[in-house]
């Protein structure tokens, strides 16, 4: 049974530059969920998919976007980097319900991204 | 103020010892609370999650006081395995699956 994947691993880039993260979820799994890591500090919310829509986002600007395909995988883009943008960005996938209790989240092993 | 706030530590403990975390949580409309475990340079990994009549999976002990808006993690018999970064979650509401993460407390088991 195949976790959460991401890719790349590592990635360096320049400020102002465009970036572009992958995820695939568990098997059986329908929503992906965004964090971004910094480093010293607990994972922060970024935005959220199901069924192909962004279902919430926290406070991140709109350089920060997503998109889900039909077979749930996501991508993150993050347009005009900035330094501060570099952070381990973590993927997490869930089964997605309508109300009812949490379901666990699975985190991928992250891609670790440098702006310099 | 931060959602969610944890002693950054580092706590280091002797092995053997009893260590215990607490993590304040600002929304009181939160419903779910979790613990996840991390260890250096990977992912945060579920530990355990937080019941209101207080929860225990062998050697790990959670408590939530909703009254004080505090949760806690007891870890006894303290083993060398036990070093990572432990980070508090709360959720706001059902439904809602936004997991707030505190900072982490950092604890290293010393030999």
């Known amino acids: 049974d195949a976790g959460v994947t991401q890719s790349p691993t590592h990635l360096i880039k320049t400020r102002g530059q465009q970036v572009t993260l992958r995820c695939s979820p568990k098997s059986g799994h329908d929503t992906v969920s965004w964090y971004q890591q910094a480093l010293g500090q607990g994972p922060q919310f970024i935005f959220q998919?199901?069924?192909?829509?962004?279902?919430q986002r926290g406070n991140f600007p709109d350089r920060f976007s997503g998109h889900q395909f039909p077979n749930y995988s996501s991508e993150l883009n993050v347009n005009a980097l900035l330094l501060g943008d570099s952070a381990l960005y973590l993927c997490?996938?869930?089964?997605?319900?309508?109300?009812?209790?949490?379901?666990?989240?699975?985190f991928g092993p992250g891609t670790r991204l440098t702006v310099t | 103020r931060k959602e969610v706030e944890q002693d950054p530590g580092p706590f280091n403990v002797p092995e053997g010892a009893t260590v215990a975390f607490n993590c304040t949580y600002s929304?009181?409309?939160?419903?779910?609370f979790f613990w996840y475990r991390q260890d250096c340079r990977k992912e945060p990994k579920l530990l355990m999650s937080v019941y209101s009549s207080g929860n225990e999976d062998g050697r790990f002990t959670a408590q939530l006081n909703r009254a004080s808006q505090y949760i806690s993690l007891l870890i006894r018999d303290s083993k060398l395995s036990d070093s990572a970064t432990y980070l508090c979650?709360?959720?706001?509401?059902?439904?809602?699956?936004?997991?707030?993460f505190g900072t982490g407390t950092r604890l290293t088991i010393i030999p």
């Open positions: 929304n009181s409309a939160s419903q779910s």
């Open positions: 979650v709360a959720v706001p509401n059902f439904g809602n699956e936004k997991l707030t």
């Open positions: 998919y199901y069924e192909e829509e962004e279902r």
């Open positions: 997490a996938s869930s089964l997605g319900t309508s109300g009812g209790p949490l379901n666990e989240q699975y």
